[in-house]
């Protein structure tokens, strides 16, 4: 794409060339090491009970990433008026935050799979156990990666971007929202946990609360007293939100999960 300058458009063309191949790939190998999933057209067709319990577990799950990214979208606007560079480091702030959260966003993965696991096997305790230790390894990854994102900001926006005021910018971001990792790195594990005993719909509303009653009236609020500086707040207040609100979720439902392993 960049020997040939191609731009935006060969980004999206290559794009979907490597998830075609990995489709393609994934194909082959179901196919020659006889894996137990295959992909036969002529096998193909709707098991009406699979299909509604997958809607029942899915469709929440959707809908709930529709509206995150839409609030991504509204607060992106927020961010916009205050012009080029602070769109620009928001950016930059934007993809070190994605990367920074990745380990806490595995582990809500992981946990989704064990969680359930666990209580379809009637061990509950095994599944608090479990998320216990993954809030353990989750904050204590983040703890390390927002040390490095508060003292190195300067240093990694310009990885980025090399303008002054895009760094400065960037740097005052990270040096507020570098502590909503170690937040997100509850949040994660506790929402893969939840969903995992089968609650998908409490995520859901949890996504309506946090980005929409809070996080982006703080930001119009925010940064209408401190400019972009309430950026950053912005950002943090969500993850704050959600880590009491789950954090009480799962000790009220606490008792009737146990109950599961009975």
Request: aromatic share 12%; net charge positive; glycine share 8%.
């Amino acid at each position: 794409v960049g020997l040939m300058h191609m731009g935006p458009l060969g980004a999206a063309i290559a794009t979907v060339m490597a998830q075609a191949l990995s489709f393609i790939l994934g194909l082959i190998y179901f196919r020659v090491k006889d894996h137990v999933i295959r992909f036969r057209p002529r096998e193909i067709r709707i098991h009406k009970q699979e299909l509604k319990y997958v809607l029942k577990i899915g469709l929440p799950s959707a809908l709930h990433q529709l509206l995150l990214n839409l609030s991504l979208t509204i607060f992106s606007g927020i961010v916009n008026a205050f012009g080029v560079e602070a769109s620009a480091a928001y950016g930059v702030g934007v993809k070190v935050d994605s990367f920074a959260t990745l380990p806490s966003d595995a582990i809500n993965a992981a946990l989704a799979s064990f969680g359930s696991q666990n209580i379809g096997a009637k061990k509950p305790e095994r599944a608090f156990a479990g998320l216990r230790e993954a809030l353990k390894i989750s904050v204590g990854i983040a703890i390390l990666v927002a040390a490095a994102a508060f003292f190195f900001a300067p240093g990694i926006t310009a990885l980025f971007n090399q303008d002054p005021q895009v760094i400065e910018y960037t740097t005052t971001y990270l040096h507020i929202t570098c502590f909503s990792y170690v937040f997100f790195a509850l949040v994660f594990p506790m929402t893969g946990f939840i969903r995992g005993t089968g609650n998908v719909m409490y995520p859901l509303k949890n996504v309506i609360l946090s980005q929409y009653i809070v996080r982006i009236p703080v930001a119009l609020l925010a940064t209408h007293l401190w400019g972009f500086t309430g950026v950053g707040l912005a950002i943090l207040a969500g993850p704050i939100f959600s880590t009491v609100s789950y954090s009480l979720f799962i000790h009220r439902k606490k008792p009737e999960i146990l109950r599961l392993g009975a």
